[in-house]
Nanobody
């Protein structure tokens, strides 16, 4: 079991940066692959980035590759999403997700994750 709480969202201008944090509670956090998804109004929830339980494998959506960086600190039970060069198209509610599993990989579909945070709003003005 793991509980996730996101923070760090806000209103920024295009070109600015934000660092989202996902604080996790649970004794088995280090066994969970984690990911960030986002959902804009009227759109489906989409994959942003993921990191395997040990942090050795990461993946990104093409739309954010080169701008966003996902990382995790299992000792702190925290997952981060560093977002640089933000654009208005990045405006969305960002969700942290986690999934248990034996693999050191990750999934890119929402259905791959069974634990979700409440979301944090990121708004990027032009």
């Amino acid at each position: 079991q793991v509980q996730l709480v996101e923070s760090g969202g806000g209103l920024v201008q295009a070109g600015d940066s934000l660092r989202l944090s996902c604080a996790a509670s649970g004794r088995t956090f280090s066994t969970y692959a984690t990911a960030w998804f986002r959902q804009a109004p009227g759109k489906e929830r989409e994959f942003v980035a993921a990191i395997s339980r040990g942090g050795g494998n990461t993946g990104y959506a093409d739309t954010v590759k080169g701008r966003f960086t996902i990382s995790r600190d299992n000792a702190k039970n925290t997952v981060y999403l560093q977002m640089n060069s933000l654009q208005p198209e990045d405006t969305a509610v960002y969700y942290c997700a986690a999934s248990s599993g034996d693999s050191d990989g990750y999934g890119v579909g929402p259905g791959s994750y069974n634990y979700w945070g409440q979301g944090t709003q990121v708004t990027v003005s032009s």
